[in-house]
């Protein structure tokens, strides 16, 4: 297996994008990073497209061909890749078995979605359409409203309180104020969040990502080509995926999230690293519950205790585990099928010291990004590392 | 939701009779070719008990467009008395009532009426258990 490299980077602003269709985001940032990657268009070998709605929502499917189409890169084979949320990630990952595989050299992955075009009780249902049809589904559930369950579960069980799932939103939001690309540019206080509209009791507004466009891509290229390209590549030393019980009520117990901690195990292994070797993460926050959640079982903290390490600011961009210094979805905005892209593009500028006003303060070296489909039965975990360093 | 996809697993929706693995005990409420959590092929039917606790319930205000119209609506996550785990909505909860670890029972309820073709769905809901 070849060791592989990100060389390029790019996305969209994220938002809502009025004049904007999919294909449109799809090309824009597929063309920002073969830029950032010094990449002609016929050199690129793949293309695997991230995406979740295009077919109920954008009336178009067979996507990737017609990316082809709009940026050029014939005769590039072109794959599109759903796993619901985690489309982007899962497409990252396509990408780096082809080239680990020595199959193809040059590889664009790129997730896109354009989702403001739909009303919200229509994407509400569409996304509610990846629960379990006649256990879930059929009872009206929505993923808000199992992100509120399992906050009252975590709220029961670990001594989490509403002040805590406020304190993510502020933190992601500071952020996001940082982050030109981040749909969502307010501050907001505590308080502010703890009275915001209550969306799935407990689950309020402001602990809820927004429905947004956009896109965001990578170039993926053997790790010992890379410096013919361009300085500073960052390697993926760890891929790792894993799958749970459909139901969140069939889980061995529903506040954990046992695909996330086994792809985490997968990611560490493959990159001989451990938790305490990462300096920086982009965790899939669609609800800010999830953030603590998810940085427990990727082992970045004790399962329970995250919500301390936020008191003290240990997650913030000048804290010793930064989280989202994106702004996270939260923030940045969650076009579904790009998020697990859009965390990649955001960690690789990170590792490069080009995040700009929300560069972390640490000298990072290792990132690990965390994106999650379904209700958690679906995660996809990169481990990142600077090639220079 | 497609009438057919409904009908197929109305013994459940109407009475909450599923199959439970020989050899794990996971319950499934359709009758399954695989267990999902060992693998096994063998079954036996079960009818659940119609009673247990709350372990954690939500508010649905923002809701799919098929229940637009009945949000706000309560949605639960029920334990039975046999330790099985399901998903339902909640109904003639008073606030009183409504917190983690109250005791219901299974009730038949109207769910919706299906948009396109017109059919009235009937499925179990939890009410709380009185005495």
């Known amino acids: 297996m070849r060791d592989v490299a990100i060389i390029g980077v790019g996305m969209t602003k994220f938002g809502r994008l009025e004049g904007k269709d999919l294909m449109d985001l799809l090309a824009e940032a597929s063309l920002n990073a073969m830029k950032d990657a010094n990449v002609e268009n016929k050199e690129i070998d793949a293309v695997y497209v991230g995406n979740m709605l295009s077919a109920a929502i954008n009336h178009q499917t067979a996507i990737a061909s017609s990316l082809v189409d709009r940026i050029s890169i014939f005769p590039a084979a072109a794959d599109k890749v759903e796993n619901g949320p985690a489309s982007g990630g899962s497409a990252v990952k396509n990408g780096f078995l082809a080239v680990a595989s020595g199959v193809y050299d040059l590889v664009l992955v790129v997730g896109g979605e354009k989702m403001t075009s739909a009303d919200t009780d229509v994407l509400t249902d569409y996304i509610a359409t990846m629960t379990h049809p006649t256990a879930e589904y059929v009872h009206g559930i929505t993923l808000p409203a199992l992100a509120a369950m399992l906050m009252r579960i975590y709220m029961q069980r670990y001594g989490v309180t509403e002040r805590h799932i406020a304190m993510v939103a502020v933190k992601n939001h500071k952020n996001g104020m940082k982050n030109p690309y981040a749909h969502i540019h307010r501050e907001i206080t505590i308080e502010g969040a703890m009275q915001s509209v209550m969306i799935s009791d407990p689950l309020r507004l402001y602990y809820t990502c927004p429905i947004s466009d956009g896109a965001a891509a990578v170039i993926l290229c053997p790790a010992d080509k890379a410096e013919e390209y361009r300085d500073k590549p960052v390697k993926i030393i760890g891929v790792g995926q894993a799958t749970d019980v459909q139901c969140v009520h069939e889980r061995e117990d529903p506040a954990v999230l046992k695909s996330c901690r086994i792809a985490a195990e997968k990611a560490y292994k493959m990159a001989g690293i451990t938790p305490k070797d990462i300096d920086v993460a982009e965790v899939h926050d669609a609800f800010e519950i999830l953030e603590l959640v998810e940085s427990e079982d990727v082992g970045l903290f004790e399962k329970g205790k995250a919500h301390l390490a936020v008191e003290k600011g240990v997650t913030e961009i000048d804290g010793e585990m930064p989280i989202n210094p994106s702004g996270g979805l939260k923030a940045r905005g969650h076009p579904v099928g790009a998020t697990g892209v859009a965390q990649i593009v955001e960690l690789v500028w990170q590792l490069r010291g080009e995040a700009g006003e929300r560069q972390i303060k640490k000298d990072a070296k290792r990132a690990l990004a965390c994106n999650f489909g379904g209700f958690g039965n679906n995660t996809v975990i990169h481990i990142l590392e600077a090639m220079w360093k | ?131």
């Open chain 2, 1 to 131: 939701m497609r009438v057919p996809r409904y009908w197929r697993n109305k013994l459940f929706r109407y009475r909450l009779v599923g199959w439970r693995c020989i050899n794990c005990g996971a319950f499934h409420h359709f009758k399954p070719l695989v267990c999902k959590r060992c693998g096994s092929r063998g079954f036996r039917e079960v009818e659940l008990p119609k009673t247990g606790k709350l372990l954690a319930y939500t508010v649905v205000k923002i809701a799919p467009a098929d229940f637009k119209d009945k949000a706000p609506y309560l949605i639960g996550l029920v334990e039975l008395d046999d330790g099985t785990r399901i998903l339902a909505q909640l109904t003639d909860f008073s606030q009183d009532e409504l917190k983690d670890g109250a005791r219901v029972e299974a009730v038949l309820r109207k769910i919706r009426e299906d948009g396109e073709s017109g059919i009235i769905e009937y499925g179990y809901k939890f009410r709380p258990l009185v005495g």
